[in-house]
């Protein structure tokens, strides 16, 4: 993750706000009012983890890794969206920070298939997390279980086994795919969706406590919903939880490379809008088309011809392994 | 926006429904016949249709009540009335227990298995319903559903129905033309299966408070209540109803929430904030339109006072509201009553309309929204979002709602019982008040007993009451335990109960007044049973939207369940040390006051009540 407040690149300048000065672990700084404590730790050269927090969404707050604590506070605070205030003392690595940080892994990894979710392996070495501390997991539930849940009603997990959201991939469509039991709930997709991005509104979250789960209405497959593909759902996600079939695909067959990928930057052809395209390339194949995060024309978005309609350039199924001599 | 609505067409009952409350459609752009005159140039819906989605729980109630759950064709309309994406309806859907979103049958029993009425009686009514109706609607987590429910009748647990001063109870609802919700007090086996298999519930026993001091000439809070007839205008005026509004309008605004400052009255909900300050601060905002919201969506297991209030004493409570949206600048007060207390809605409608009629309010006006069983909609922000039709998931703090509240704007939001010290307050002045009490808790408080008492009721007390004589009152006679301030409390030990009922007191004593709730646990009751009811209970009602709760309040549970099954990970010392772990980083680091409690009883169990030393050994 950078350290750059990219939202800032693609908005008109606005006129300079009254500084604010305070602590963060001991050194002081000033800063623009209406910082976070996450930029302003930035701007010390202090990373605070996130993981719901993404520079070009409107910040949730939902998973809590962030929190920072501030002296006087009852409860800590979520660095990414709490806004600085004169005279605040903050601690990003207290014995209470770093405790509920550790927690927050332990039962987000005790819950959640986070085996494709960049950077989380390290976080959880970092704090000392040990998310088997609750028991094995339970059983995985049937495809569309957790979908019919009732709110307000639960079974418990057999003694000695923890609950968790595994369920099978929802591969509804050709071209990405929805694997819940990799699924944080951190509302990135639902926002990059919603009114954040695409306005599109395809998803939401539903359901209620640990049955809360992102979904469309009646928990349709995608082609009966609103999607239109433009994938910008996939270009947040944090664990690998959307994915397009392309990847999904070659990691299945265990043919998935990032090692050896190439990303090249090039224009997309299709209309004039010119977005920037970042295409992945394995063994002379594309596998993947993004968009820097940090563009100011797309922070990140395509629409589904430059995310997804590049196989016309390389042979049927290529992409999927196929194909290539 | 651009919205794809769903193709399936409602059936013509569901259509009725949402045209009862809308009215009906305008074009075919908001769900009409095609061929109007609006159809052919113009695009309706837009922006004028998005104000409305504060009817979107509204809508979704018509149909549960109508047709007893939501179907696809019955929730497009919905969509198509008022531009919701139907993604976003369905996440709305999904959040409220009360509202169905798969075919479920018309007559249902929601059976309270909650703290107070499981020790009284639950078990037994259920397994009878289980004999003679079928297992209860529930989802099973790895299989099909346990029962759809699509029958003629059905039942389900559910949490604390505000009911425990006559546990056990039960709530009946009924879909169709013409609806039917009835709250059911002392339900016997019999009872429930009778009001169900032949459709016949009797009458709502949630008015007939049991009220101890009935009459007792002590009374503030409760002196009209179970004296003066709850539906009449005319009896709360002769009473002494709308002096206070009258003088406060004479007095002017300012010198109300002098006099408030003066009573140093602090809110009864459970964050104790004072009232005064509140309503200064909202006053003084310069964005309008003002709101004021009255919380009546009392949810907390053991607490039923705002019940009482509402069902007994509504004039009571419109007047108050009243005074506050003088006080504070707001022309409209929203009350929030809890799904589980129609006559609640219904008596307290009935004071507006009869007020309305009698031009007593002015041009201030009272909406009544209706909560659709979600326990997390009395935290204030959640309570916002439900009203704007939404999913009633916390909102973070700051900004706070004196300057970012109901639909943005500087909101007011009062406890029904805060509001109800308002009338005394005006009527005697601050400092006359003041003189009831302690220092730092002024005026009488309403205490919820229940469990195992001989006379279990709402009790008003001056502040300063020692819990010994209050128990006594009650007829405890042999309290092992005791929960104070509900499942987000703690519990005390039997012998803790020198304690003086003020919040300074309970703070000093590491425990709480909280909501008001005093439940007893008799040498029958099954403690363990209990608290694991109360982490079962929060992990029911997390929003599910930060992760220490949602993921937390389920490993709070799992730990108490292996305890209990004797299997734990490590042996009892092990699982005390997790929950404890799991526990600070759920008061720490949630977003909410339901996940920051969400251990608080449990904690109190362990380290006051030391009930699994004996188990660990
Ligand atoms: S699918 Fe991905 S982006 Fe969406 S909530 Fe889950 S983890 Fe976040
Ligand atoms: S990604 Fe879509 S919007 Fe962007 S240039 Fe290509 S076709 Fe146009
Ligand atoms: S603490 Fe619990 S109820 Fe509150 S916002 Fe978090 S998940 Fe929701
Ligand atoms: S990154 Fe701040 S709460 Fe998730």
Redesign the pocket.
């Known amino acids: 993750m950078t350290a750059t407040p990219l939202v800032q690149l693609a908005r008109p300048s606005r006129p300079a706000r009254p500084p604010v000065a305070l602590t963060i672990d001991g050194q002081s700084c000033t800063v623009e009012e209406g910082t976070t404590i996450l930029q302003a730790a930035r701007s010390l050269g202090k990373e605070i983890p996130t993981l719901c927090y993404l520079e070009t969404l409107e910040p949730v707050n939902a998973c809590r890794l962030c929190v920072v604590e501030i002296e006087g506070a009852r409860v800590l605070a979520p660095a990414c969206s709490r806004a600085v205030e004169g005279g605040m003392k903050v601690l990003t690595a207290s014995a209470r920070v770093r405790h509920s940080r550790r927690l927050v892994l332990e039962l987000l990894a005790s819950s959640v298939d986070l085996s494709t979710a960049p950077g989380l392996a390290e976080l959880i070495d970092e704090y000392g997390a040990q998310p088997a501390r609750f028991g094995e997991s339970a059983p995985p539930s049937n495809d569309g279980v957790r979908d019919a849940s009732i709110p307000g009603h639960h079974v418990v997990a057999a003694p000695g086994t923890a609950a968790t959201v595994a369920q099978p991939v929802k591969v509804d469509n050709e071209l990405y795919v929805r694997d819940y039991a990799k699924c944080i709930l951190c509302y990135k997709c639902v926002e990059a969706c919603g009114p954040d991005h695409q306005n599109t509104f395809a998803i939401a979250v539903a359901g209620r406590g640990f049955d809360a789960r992102i979904s469309t209405e009646f928990a349709v497959p995608l082609p009966g919903s609103a999607c239109v593909y433009c994938g910008n759902c996939i270009a947040v996600c944090p664990t690998g939880a959307l994915m397009a079939t392309s990847e999904h695909e070659l990691r299945a067959a265990g043919a998935w490379k990032p090692e050896v990928q190439q990303t090249t930057d090039t ?9 920037t ?1 970042s295409l992945h390339v394995q063994d002379n194949v594309i596998v993947k088309a993004t ?1 820097p995060l940090e563009n100011d024309i ?1 922070l990140g978005n ?6 997804f ?1 590049w196989q016309f350039v390389q042979p049927k199924d290529a992409a999927a392994g196929e194909g290539r001599d | 926006m651009d919205i794809r609505h769903i193709d399936a067409e409602p059936t013509a009952a569901e259509r009725d429904a949402i045209d009862a409350l809308l009215g009906p459609p305008a074009s075919s752009w908001d769900g009409g016949e095609r061929g109007s005159e609006r159809d052919a140039h113009t695009a309706v819906g837009g922006a004028a249709a998005r104000e409305q989605r504060h009817l979107l729980v509204p809508a979704l109630q018509a149909l549960q009540q109508r047709i007893g759950w939501i179907s696809e064709g019955g929730m497009g309309y919905v969509c198509r009335r008022l531009s919701v994406p139907p993604a976003e309806a369905w996440g709305v859907a999904t959040f409220y227990a009360l509202l169905a979103t798969a075919p479920r049958a018309k007559r249902v029993l929601h059976v309270c298995d909650d703290i107070a009425c499981r020790n009284r009686g639950a078990h037994a009514i259920e397994h009878e319903l289980e004999r003679t109706c079928g297992a209860a609607i529930a989802a099973e987590p790895r299989g099909e559903r346990v029962a759809l429910g699509e029958g003629d009748v059905a039942w389900m647990h559910s949490p604390c129905l505000g009911m425990c001063d006559h546990a056990p109870a039960a709530l009946y609802t009924e879909a169709g033309e013409s609806p039917r919700e009835v709250l059911l007090g002392n339900v016997t086996p019999s009872s429930a299966v009778h009001a169900l298999t032949r459709h016949d519930p009797g009458l709502d026993s949630s008015g007939t408070a049991v009220l101890p001091q009935r009459g007792d000439p002590a009374l503030v809070l409760l002196a009209r209540c179970g004296t003066v007839d709850p539906t009449s205008l005319d009896a709360y005026r002769t009473a002494g109803g709308f002096e206070a509004l009258a003088r406060a309008r004479a007095k002017g605004a300012e010198w109300v929430i002098a006099q408030l400052n003066d009573a140093r009255l602090v809110g009864r909900g459970g964050a104790a904030f004072p009232t005064g300050r509140k309503w200064e601060a909202v006053r003084a905002r310069p964005e309008t339109p003002h709101y004021l919201v009255c919380n009546a969506d009392e949810s907390e297991p053991g607490t039923f006072k705002d019940r009482v209030l509402l069902t007994q004493d509504p004039f009571a409570i419109v007047e108050a509201m009243t005074i506050a949206g003088f006080a504070t600048g707001c022309n409209v007060g929203f009350l929030y009553v809890r799904a589980e207390y129609p006559l609640a809605a219904v008596r307290v409608q009935n004071a507006i309309d009869a007020c309305t009629a009698a031009q007593l309010l002015g041009d201030f006006r009272i909406e009544i929204r209706r909560g659709a069983g979600a326990y997390i909609c009395g935290e204030e922000t959640a309570l916002f979002e439900s009203i704007e039709g939404k999913r009633g998931e916390p909102r973070s703090k700051p900004p706070f709602p004196v300057h970012v509240g109901l639909f943005g704007k500087p909101t007011v939001v009062n406890n029904v019982e805060t509001l109800a010290n308002v009338l005394p307050i005006v009527r005697l002045g601050g400092a006359a008040y003041a003189a009831t009490g302690s220092q730092g808790s002024t005026g009488t408080r309403l205490f919820c007993l229940s469990g195992a008492v001989s006379r279990p009721g709402v009790y008003e007390v001056p502040f300063g009451t020692m819990l010994r004589d209050l128990l006594a009152m009650a007829g405890a006679t042999e309290p092992t335990a005791i929960l104070l301030g509900g499942a987000a409390g703690t519990f005390v030990r039997g012998d803790e109960i020198d304690l003086p009922l003020t919040l300074e007191d309970a703070r000093a004593a590491g425990t709480t007044l909280g909501s008001g709730v005093v439940m007893v646990c008799g040498p029958g009751d099954d403690l363990h049973d209990m608290v694991r009811r109360i982490a079962g209970f929060f992990r029911d009602e997390s929003c599910g939207q930060c992760v220490p709760c949602r993921v937390g309040t389920v490993r709070q549970e799992e730990a108490l369940h292996r305890i209990a099954a004797g299997k734990t990970l490590g042996g009892v010392a092990a699982e005390l040390a997790l929950l404890d772990d799991v526990g600070v980083a759920m008061r720490d680091a949630s977003i909410c006051g339901l996940g920051q409690t969400a251990y608080s009883a449990v904690e109190s169990a362990i380290k006051r009540l030391r009930l699994y030393e004996e188990v660990g050994r």
């Not at chain 1, 224009?267 to 977005?275: A, K, L, N």
Request: net charge positive; glycine share 22%.
């Open positions: 224009i997309c052809p299709y209309c004039g809008v010119g977005c395209l968009s797309t395509l629409c589904v011809k430059g995310r309609g």
